[in-house]
């Protein structure tokens, strides 16, 4: 393997940095890598055939045995730029089905914001913009890189809960989604496309979710579990369904900016309407 195609591995060590790397011991780095599934990741970014740009989504859902299918797509206008608000079902799976679904219709035109951890995925990163960082001089960098995605020509997709759902007296629940995206289509100018993906996580995770609010830990230990969840859904079928574009010009006074990304968010609800997957566990 070349040293420029081992820059692009996950390397888990790194993700951590050098502070908590000396504050944990080796079996708990040790742990986290199982977890993260450092190893299955890197073996897919070594067989892919296009490990770097686009194409590496295809790769790695074939590699973790994930499909996909589309409802919608003639609502959308391949030369307008949209802003896609999106539910947030499963934590990881999801970035790369839209990212499957946006390199067919918008080729390399589309930015997501992800977690650290995706954000980390080198073959990918073009596409991905951090959403998590720490120190404060970071974040001031985040913000304009963020203010830069949305004055683009590219698509932007975000997922504007902010975690993925959660199980709540036994129903599998999407958390209420912040406000930013309505601000951010007004400001700029994007209409607003809802867009939902099927899908949901295990019990264990579930468990693990519930354990860290019943403990009051700011960690959710669910997260640990995440990667797991992606590589569980071998053998499911999605559906990526887009509902109609919601004008910019929609979100004025008569609401707040909150109650209008909960009018979005039930629209996106009522997307998973006969699209042929279970609503819930």
Avoid at 186 to 208: C, L, M, Q
């Amino acid at each position: 393997m070349s040293e420029d195609r081992k820059d692009y591995l996950l390397d888990v060590e790194k993700v951590l940095g050098p502070k908590l790397m000396k504050k944990l011991p080796r079996f708990a780095v040790n742990f986290f890598k199982r977890r993260i599934h450092q190893d299955e990741i890197n073996d897919c970014i070594m067989h892919a055939e296009h490990y770097k740009g686009a194409g590496f989504f295809d790769e790695a859902l074939n590699y973790v045995g994930i499909t996909f299918k589309i409802r919608g797509e003639e609502n959308l206008d391949p030369g307008k730029k949209y802003l896609f608000a999106g539910n947030h079902p499963l934590g990881g799976p999801e970035a790369l089905i839209i990212g499957s679904v946006f390199r067919r219709i918008y080729g390399d035109g589309f930015k997501v914001p992800v977690n650290h951890l995706l954000a980390n995925l080198k073959p990918l990163n073009e596409f991905f913009v951090p959403v998590r960082v720490y120190g404060s001089n970071r974040n001031r960098e985040l913000g304009e890189q963020i203010a830069d995605m949305f004055r683009s020509d590219y698509q932007v997709l975000v997922f504007p809960a902010g975690m993925c759902a959660r199980k709540i007296k036994g129903k599998v629940t999407e958390m209420p989604w912040k406000k930013m995206f309505i601000t951010q289509s007004r400001k700029f100018e994007r209409d607003v496309v809802p867009i939902h993906i099927s899908g949901f996580n295990s019990r264990r995770f579930f468990f693990f979710t519930k354990l860290s609010t019943f403990l009051k830990l700011k960690f959710n230990l669910g997260m640990i579990f995440l990667v797991d969840e992606l590589f569980n859904k071998k053998g499911q079928e999605f559906v990526v369904t887009f509902g109609k574009p919601v004008p910019y010009t929609t979100f004025d006074k008569t609401k707040t900016d909150l109650q209008w990304a909960a009018e979005i968010k039930d629209q996106v609800e009522a997307l998973s309407k006969d699209n042929g997957c279970p609503a819930n566990m």
